[in-house]
Nanobody, 122 residues
């Protein structure tokens, strides 16, 4: 079955760094945009960063200059490098990807990973 699996979350001190990975697997014809969302307790889910198939990127204002999104198309994987982490970055981070399953259509369906916990605390 098609799935997205995140890894790389954990506990880090303020000012530290983490690198998240998300790998897509299964019967996939094509991958378009990929991205990272996060959701903290009591808050709405928000877009952190996104990257198109052509490599253009978009970031939330709160993470600009600190986070970098990238992708490896050969591995069907998207990454999120997080530097200068702050306590307010604490959240469950979820990977998403728009996947084309059937070769004879241009329909992309959105898939979500189960999330990985990032905790920034001293």
């Amino acid at each position: 079955q098609v799935q997205l699996v995140e890894s790389g979350g954990g506990l880090v001190q303020p000012g530290g760094s983490l690198r998240l990975s998300c790998a897509a697997s299964g019967s996939i014809f094509s991958i378009n945009a990929m991205g990272w969302y996060r959701q903290a307790p009591g808050k709405e889910r928000e877009l952190v960063a996104a990257i198109t198939g052509g490599g253009s990127t978009n970031y939330a204002d709160s993470v600009k200059g600190r986070f970098t999104i990238s992708r490896d198309n050969a591995k069907n994987t998207v990454y999120l490098q997080m530097n200068s982490l702050k306590p307010e970055d604490t959240a469950v981070y979820l990977c998403n990807a728009d996947l084309q399953i059937l070769s004879y259509t241009r329909i992309y369906n959105r898939y979500w990973g189960q999330g990985t916990q990032v905790t920034v605390s001293s």
